[in-house]
């Protein structure tokens, strides 16, 4: 199977179920986001441990990414065959900030990002996460979504925050608050 279809030259794509759009209408704006997110994700995971408990998280969330993808490319769609994101997933990323969470300082002022290598990894994640939240925000005004997919954006950027803080700190990297 070739790469290449050049049935996108003129600008359009296909949504699950096969319905055409332009690439740059706010469906395929998301998916590009969240797109994005994912490839970053990947970014961080290439740096971490090959048995890292954190490494493992991050894959399943690039997973629930995939997921995501999928329900925002059935949009237009009737397709109801597609993985759903649920309140376990919300939990899941939860657990992850609160078990975090403990072990860090409490936070009373912004931080720059940055630090280690993985920790600025997440904080850019992190960014990229929340223009996903965005689009997706502005594409649940057009469409109804899966009212888990918005929460689950805003509860991972809490998570890539989080994670971001925990690798400085077992790796004994001051954070660096904002000097207003």
């Not at 600008?11 to 797109?35: H, P, Q, W, Y």
Request: glycine share 4%; with cysteine; proline share 2%.
């Amino acid at each position: 199977m070739k790469i290449y279809t050049k049935t996108g030259d003129k600008g359009e794509t296909s949504l699950l179920g096969g319905k055409r759009v332009f690439k740059n209408c706010v469906e395929m704006e998301a998916i590009g986001e969240v797109d994005e997110l994912n490839s970053s994700i990947g970014l961080l995971v290439a740096h971490l441990d090959k048995d890292s408990e954190e490494k493992k998280c991050l894959q399943k969330i690039q997973n629930k990414l995939f997921d995501i993808g999928s329900n925002l490319a059935a949009v237009q769609t009737d397709i109801i065959k597609v993985p759903q994101i649920n309140t376990n997933d919300l939990e899941f990323l939860e657990n992850r900030i609160d078990k975090m969470t403990a072990e860090l300082p409490e936070l009373t002022q912004f931080i720059l990002p940055g630090g280690s290598v993985q920790a600025s990894l997440a904080f850019q994640a992190r960014a990229i996460c929340r223009r996903a939240e965005r689009v997706v925000t502005k594409l649940n005004q057009h469409y109804e979504l899966n009212e888990n997919i918005p929460k689950y954006l805003n509860r991972l950027s809490d998570y890539l925050f989080t994670l971001a803080r925990y690798f400085n700190k077992i790796e004994n990297i001051e954070e660096i608050t904002w000097q207003k």
